[in-house]
């Protein structure tokens, strides 16, 4: 049964960037499209000692940043703010909590949203706890990072669990609230074509990139230290290989989705000391330049010498049955060529070819998630001419662009899913504990390899693919990446 709407949506970490640019547009967008509960009131809450109008220019601000024109009609807009108010809060004192709790002035049918430092969880949620915000009808959603490594992510979550149980604990992955990683799962158990394929005897190997032209955005104090492993691999890549390779779930509840997912991370081959150097590749950006721009290195903008990766490749294997012996490359780093998130499933060559010389590319299936949203198949096709050496073949492209196919369907921000969701009660685009730390045990494993070989980064120009060494860990297997 479908758990009841919110009728309280409390915000921490209300004046900071994730909600300026992410959750304040994306309430207003649900609100505009009537799909928020007609009586939800927004509690923002954050340290800065703003009233509620002030709270509420901020958030006008925020929409006047992130919402077009023509969306953010004045009576819509009004509606919106109304809807919010604001409350200051010291997370280390509970009357704040208490402040808090009065002006919520309910118990039940509330989502809590933390988007704070991961320092003020353990006193926040002690503060919620005390405050009466944690009973039976309050669901607490979390942004990463949740932990820097197993152990780190356990004592958060042994927190959490204090005082919110799994089936009201919200771990957000932004990447599941894409629509495009949603299409995978459509794409996937939606089709009757891919499934008879989707395995070692059909598939030769698979790819997953994100690769971005940004470079530290100002973040210093999270990124150097956390690193390109941490920040994208533990979460975000890894997510996308679980849906990859994961078995059909019986359906699209939480418990089957989250259940095979959880298998897969756990059926990761374990990378430690004596395979990291063979299967992953750490690199960091020197100075280049980004579609003609030039750019500084990292260390240029951290303003010291920095051994943390911006760019890693790895080499993974999924030990199960059905993915036997087929290489999972995975790549991601700051001040690439383009930015890009994709994957390519290269299916296996045709046993045997009828057409003499004539070359046969295997068949490839490329699910583009952004920026453009595409799912191409490449396909050999005869090429049309008379010719009397044989038959001439040519690889052709089928295209779902889905740009185009549902051209009049306005795109969502992942947030928009997410919240929605959070509201409505549904986990299943949410991470559970033990897929949480089923990728941590695989993470630290390989930050052991790496700190046993002293395995520094390898220097990159900004503006390339990364180093050349990425390059070799698949053309070693006679792979190329798909640039
Ligand atoms: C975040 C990382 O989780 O994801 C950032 O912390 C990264 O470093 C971002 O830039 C990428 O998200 P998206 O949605 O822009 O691909």
């Not at 158990?189 to 059909?202: K, Q, S």
């Amino acid at each position: 049964m479908p758990a009841a709407p919110c009728t309280h949506l409390i915000l921490f970490g209300a004046t900071g960037d994730l909600a300026r640019r992410m959750l304040i547009p994306s309430l207003y967008a649900l609100d505009v499209d009537g799909l928020l509960p007609s009586t939800l009131k927004i509690v923002a809450t954050a340290r800065s000692g703003h009233d509620t109008e002030a709270y509420r220019a901020v958030a006008f601000d925020a929409l006047a940043q992130a919402i077009d024109g023509e969306r953010r009609p004045e009576a819509k807009i009004t509606r919106f703010l109304e809807r919010i108010t604001y409350v200051p809060l010291d997370a280390n004192q509970h009357k704040s909590f208490t402040a808090l709790a009065d002006a919520v002035a309910a118990t039940d049918h509330i989502a809590i949203f933390l988007s704070t430092a991961p320092s003020l969880f353990g006193p926040t949620i002690a503060g919620l706890a005390h405050a009466g915000l944690a009973g039976p009808g309050v669901r607490l959603a979390l942004e990463k990072p949740l932990g820097h490594d197993l152990a780190s992510s356990r004592a958060i979550n042994d927190a959490v669990a204090v005082a919110y149980p799994e089936d009201r604990t919200f771990r957000i992955d932004h990447y599941l609230g894409k629509e495009t990683v949603q299409n995978l799962i459509a794409l996937r158990f939606g089709n009757a074509l891919f499934e008879p394929l989707w395995n070692a005897r059909g598939i030769e190997h698979v790819q997953i990139t994100i690769s971005e032209t940004v470079g530290l955005e100002g973040r210093v104090d999270y990124y150097d230290g956390v690193g390109a492993l941490r920040d994208m691999v533990q979460n975000h890549m890894l997510q996308l290989l679980a849906l990859v390779a994961m078995e059909p779930p019986a359906s699209f509840d939480p418990t089957s989705v989250r259940d095979e997912k959880v298998k897969v991370l756990r059926s990761l081959r374990p990378i430690g000391a004596a395979e990291a150097g063979h299967c992953t590749v750490r690199g960091q950006y020197g100075a280049g330049a980004i579609h003609g721009q030039p750019v500084p290195g990292y260390a240029e903008e951290l303003g010291r010498a920095s051994d943390n990766e911006t760019f890693v490749a790895i080499k993974a294997h999924v030990d199960n049955w059905r993915w036997q012996g087929v290489p999972f490359y995975l790549r991601t780093g700051k001040r690439l060529t383009d930015r890009r998130s994709e994957i390519l499933v290269q299916f296996r060559a045709v046993p045997h070819s009828i057409f003499g010389h004539a070359p046969l590319a295997p068949n490839r299936l490329l699910i583009a998630l952004q920026p453009d949203e595409n799912v191409r198949m490449t396909m050999m096709a005869k090429q049309p001419g008379l010719d009397r050496e044989g038959m001439r073949l040519r690889e052709v492209p089928l295209d779902i662009g889905l740009a185009n196919a549902f051209a009049d369907v306005r795109r969502r921000i992942a947030y928009e899913r997410l919240l929605l969701d959070l509201l409505d009660g549904k986990q299943t685009l949410f991470v559970r504990r033990d897929e949480v730390e089923a990728q941590w045990t695989w993470i630290d494993r390989i930050r052991e390899g790496w700190a046993a070989h002293a395995q520094a980064p390898k220097s990159y120009g900004a503006g390339s693919w990364g180093p050349s060494a990425a390059i070799a860990l698949t053309e070693r297997d006679g792979v190329s990446w798909h640039d």
